[in-house]
DNA sequence: AGCACGCCGACT
DNA sequence: GTCGGCGTGCTC
């Protein structure tokens, strides 16, 4: 007889357990049961979701330890053997476990909700009083009850007793919505004999079901008929204990779109676009892999490129995948496509609650669309023809993930390209450097486009030297030369959007007498001051108090806030514009849901003189009244301490002049900085790329980082610093002696915040450039780790290709 | 990870 | 004599 065996990969992330166990299936899960099939089984004592990696017929494991599957979660399978390969891959490429590798391709929806089940055994008399209150209504009792009321102690000994005992119950949790709808009989005759059955009283009931005889075998729903027949659901229930109709439950999916959008066409392209689009059409039709770098400036209709590629790749029956920065997937993104390819789009970001992320999941998954726009996870999209991979702002460092498992979208992309033998496109006005390195050296295929889609001229771009202004006594933080341009636009009825870097610049709580500034108690960063709430908070932990009357070194009362943001900034506008109009879009204006939108909705309509704010305005703003941008502080983010600081402020200056002037208007723009001088600043200018890249190459090469040489960091964290320290230093003396000589490694050296959650932290730095043995040697690190220094309370964790250091 | 098993000190 | 501390080891 043969035996059919399942390797899962069970829910529990943990270094032991990273591997697939063999289970049974059940002889009426065979013919149901595939690959990728989530799966709930027994795991040692607990339930645990898991994940069907393979499907064989015999095993190594003595069948006597093999238990059987208990049950399948899936009729479809929700990962494809691409996904399973994929995982596999991550979990190599990025050093993680394989179990974070399939969940994060997943929609939340999908991953398991434990919970801890008391049922009651006996009968409720046999139960220590304090308990039998929970189980006068149900024999199974949430075990949180117990906890909430302090009864562990209790219920503890009751499970000795066996009077109760305890389970673990996986659930999902995302739903299914669904509707209620009224399904008419479907024979005709039948409905007839009914309405001459009816009794001349039930006048309702018989329109009703006339009414029901002109729409045989009709679904709807039942507001449609109470409206159409004037009756009540009183008399359809009536009607539907005769058998006339009965209810029916219907799939829904949520919609995460608030307004219809109309039909668009084809705008004509360019000599350059034209060219851009061949040479990526002709590659989708030779089935070539082959990643594209679509380097066009500010306003050169990338957009339209990508828009025509997906519509010649819909035309050969095959999906695309559309990554966009999560900032830059505000409405007026989505609606382009939308209206481009209508119900085939679906779109997915972290604005959606848990619910429609996983229905347009779901879209993707039943083929009931063939173009995904997302942001980072959009990748995973479980199309399975994919024709095209497209990252717009390829720059953008919010492709990189932050946790486990810290992949980049970037190469996800390139690998699933090569899956599907299908065409990855990079676009950016400001690629970054490790890609317009593997462009030059044709390991990706360079398309320029030079010039603006409309030739609107670009914009004239000024720099002004605060140095300057200050020697001339003007001390506030708008320069005569800004001050004038924002008044003319004012007097023109044109619009202005200042952006203020807010690295840096968030306003903090000081002590005017001994010059203490409010820190964080958890982190080593000082906190920042909110004006909404008068409170203080942690960016970092999210902790906050109100602001202390009295200081808490000196007990001095000269508490005063500094610094300058947003909110300093638009004061200061009001007193300089009395009669502007001014929004302000930053995290405090911004936190409930769609605020964003309505902010750039009202700008856009043109009720407001100004905006401004942070980073989340660079991206996406197009409207034709806009012609002045400023930029207060050009150099805040200049100074960080990354290598990486100079690409981006060249990268933000760019972008943020590109929103001046992109119609028929001549944009100006006014970039404030104290050092005018730095190539980064000077060279955003003219949107001069090329002479950027050439001085910043040079700048890697000699200190020795990408894209000359690659990067690991390792970052170490204890709640007691020497520990850390100590560690930190450990691991450094373990890699050196099992690295080769080709590689540097630099540190131990405290964290950039070197305090975070209550946590300190060190880090070291590994560079190298060829070094085939780095991966495993950093997987027998993690192996150290897990096995021996997690005991000890320490936190490692590990990141190949960081973006920030 | 999370749980059982198992071996030693301080309590009714 | 028992309760409970957490070191060790296993999970198909």
Request: avoid cysteine; proline fraction near 6%.
């Given at each position: 007889m043969t035996i059919f065996i399942a390797e899962v990969i069970v829910d529990v992330a943990a270094y032991p357990v990273d591997r697939s166990f063999d289970y049974l299936v059940p002889e009426e899960m065979v013919s149901l049961i595939e690959l990728g099939s989530?799966?709930?089984?027994?795991?040692?004592p607990r339930n645990v979701l898991g994940?069907?990696?393979?499907?064989?017929?015999?095993?190594?494991?003595?069948?006597?330890?093999?238990?059987?599957?208990?049950?399948?979660?899936?009729?479809?399978?929700?990962?494809?053997?691409?996904?399973?390969?994929?995982?596999k891959w991550l979990k190599h490429e990025t050093i993680c476990y394989e179990i974070d590798a399939l969940q994060v391709m997943l929609p939340s929806a999908l991953r398991a909700k434990y919970e801890k089940i008391i049922t009651l055994q006996t009968d409720i008399e046999?139960?220590?009083?304090?308990?039998?209150?929970?189980?006068?209504?149900?024999?199974?009792?949430n075990y949180k009850e117990f906890e909430k009321n302090n009864l562990l102690h209790t219920l503890k000994m009751a499970l000795k007793e066996k009077v109760v005992v305890l389970e673990n119950v996986v659930k999902q949790k995302g739903q299914v919505k669904e509707v209620r709808k009224v399904q008419i009989n479907d024979e005709l005759e039948k409905l007839i004999a009914l309405s001459k059955g009816i009794s001349n009283r039930a006048k309702k009931q018989k329109v009703l079901i006339e009414w029901m005889m002109q729409h045989v075998g009709e679904t709807l729903e039942p507001d449609t008929l109470y409206h159409e027949t004037n009756t009540s659901p009183q008399v359809l229930q009536a009607v539907i204990e005769l058998g006339a109709a009965k209810f029916v439950h219907e799939e829904v999916y949520r919609d995460p779109f608030s307004k219809e959008v109309g039909k668009t066409n084809f705008l004509n392209l360019t000599d350059e676009q034209s060219l851009a689009l061949q040479k990526i059409t002709s590659s989708m039709r030779d089935k070539r892999t082959e990643t594209f770098l679509l380097h066009g400036i500010t306003g050169s209709g990338k957009t339209e490129v990508y828009l025509q590629a997906i519509a010649k790749c819909l035309e050969d029956g095959k999906e695309a995948i559309v990554l966009v920065p999560e900032i830059s997937l505000t409405p007026q993104m989505t609606e382009r496509f939308r209206s481009r390819f209508g119900e085939l789009v679906a779109v997915m970001h972290s604005g959606l609650s848990v619910g429609e992320k996983y229905d347009e999941w779901r879209k993707v998954h039943q083929g009931k669309v063939k173009v995904v726009v997302g942001a980072r996870s959009a990748i995973f999209a479980p199309f399975e023809n994919v024709g095209i991979i497209i990252l717009d702002e390829e720059h953008e460092s919010t492709y990189k993930q932050e946790d486990n498992p810290r992949y980049h979208a970037r190469d996800v992309a390139i690998w699933r390209g090569k899956y599907h033998n299908c065409p990855v496109v990079l676009g950016s006005a400001t690629p970054s450097l490790e890609s317009y390195a593997r462009a030059k050296k044709n390991v990706y295929s360079l398309l320029t486009l030079k010039e603006r889609a409309m030739k609107q001229a670009l914009p004239t771009v000024q720099i002004v030297d605060l140095r300057e202004e200050l020697k001339k006594g003007n001390r506030s933080m708008f320069s005569q030369e800004l001050i004038e341009s924002i008044e003319s636009r004012i007097n023109k009825k044109e619009q202005t959007v200042l952006f203020l870097n807010r690295r840096g610049y968030s306003s903090f709580v000081l002590c005017r007498d001994c010059g203490t500034v409010l820190q964080c108690q958890n982190c080593d960063i000082s906190l920042t001051y909110h004006r909404s709430n008068e409170k203080c908070k942690c960016h970092y932990c999210g902790y906050e108090e109100f602001v202390p009357k009295f200081c808490p070194q000196c007990q001095s009362e000269h508490i005063r806030f500094f610094g300058t943001g947003t909110q300093k900034v638009e004061e200061e506008l009001y007193k300089l514009f009395p009669h502007a109009r001014v929004l302000r879009m930053d995290v405090d204006t911004t936190k409930t849901k769609g605020s964003h939108e309505q902010i750039l909705e009202a700008f856009g309509?043109?009720?407001?003189?100004?905006?401004?704010?942070?980073?989340?305005?660079?991206?996406?703003?197009?409207?034709?009244?806009i012609?002045?941008?400023?930029?207060?502080?050009?150099?805040?983010?200049?100074?960080?301490?990354?290598?990486?600081?100079?690409?981006?402020?060249f990268q933000l200056l760019t972008?943020?002049?590109?929103?001046?002037?992109?119609?028929?208007?001549?944009?100006?723009?006014?970039?404030?900085?104290?050092?005018?001088?730095?190539?980064?600043?000077?060279?955003?200018?003219?949107?001069?790329?090329?002479?950027?890249?050439?001085?910043e190459m040079l700048m890697r090469h000699l200190a020795g980082y990408p894209p000359y040489y690659y990067l690991a960091l390792v970052q170490i964290s204890h709640e007691d610093v020497m520990m850390a320290a100590e560690y930190a230093q450990k691991c450094v003396e373990w890699l050196r002696s099992n690295l080769s000589f080709n590689v540097s490694i630099i540190g131990p050296t405290a964290a950039g915040i070197?305090?975070?959650?209550?946590?300190?932290?060190y880090q070291c730095l590994i560079k190298y450039k060829i070094e085939p043995d780095l991966i495993p040697t950093l997987m027998q690190l993690i192996k150290l780790y897990r096995s021996q220094w997690?005991?000890?309370?320490?936190?490692?964790?590990?990141?190949?290709?960081?973006?920030?250091?």
């Open positions: 989530r799966v709930k089984v027994q795991f040692g994940f069907v990696v393979a499907l064989k017929q015999d095993t190594e494991v003595p069948l006597e330890k093999i238990k059987p599957i208990s049950q399948l979660l899936d009729i479809e399978p929700v990962l494809t053997s691409e996904m399973l390969q994929l995982a046999n139960l220590p009083d304090a308990l039998k209150p929970f189980f006068s209504q149900s024999s199974k009792v309509e043109g009720k407001a003189d100004i905006l401004l704010g942070t980073q989340m305005i660079a991206k996406g703003l197009d409207y034709p009244n012609t002045l941008v400023g930029v207060l502080s050009a150099d805040t983010s200049l100074h960080l301490p990354d290598f990486r600081s100079a690409e981006k402020t972008q943020v002049s590109g929103r001046a002037g992109r119609h028929e208007k001549k944009g100006e723009v006014v970039i404030q900085t104290y050092t005018p001088e730095h190539y980064a600043i000077e060279l955003s200018k003219a949107q001069h790329y090329e002479p950027f890249y050439e001085r070197s305090r975070l959650q209550n946590r300190y932290r997690i005991k000890n309370g320490i936190l490692l964790s590990i990141d190949l290709d960081p973006t920030m250091i």
